[in-house]
């Protein structure tokens, strides 16, 4: 019994302790809506924060009214170009981030 607890105990610190952030399959690469926290992690050079999506990530601009820059993410889902108040320029804004984990 006191082994199975030492063992128990074990996994959880491990697990606990090696900062590893829940995510996807893969390791984010800075491509079109992978997970960011800053510009130099994006391929685009612009990471973007959807607080309404509760997400951070690599986006790019796009041109009012045309949804031809806003690719799909890799679950399938178009995005589509928003336009914030008195703007020119959008950003692309996935209905969901990638299926990846950031790079430590």
Known sequence: ????????????????????VPGGSRTCAGNLYDACLDEHECMSGN??????GGF???STPCTAGDDTACMTND????????????????ICTPPAENDCTRAP
């Open 1 to 20: 019994m006191r082994m199975w607890i030492a063992t128990l105990l074990a996994c959880a610190c491990a697990c606990a302790c090696t900062g590893a």
């Open 47 to 52: 990471c973007h924060n959807f607080m309404a």
């Open 56 to 58: 951070e990530v690599c």
């Open 75 to 90: 679950r399938g889902q178009k995005a589509t170009c928003v336009v914030a108040s008195g703007a020119s320029v959008g």
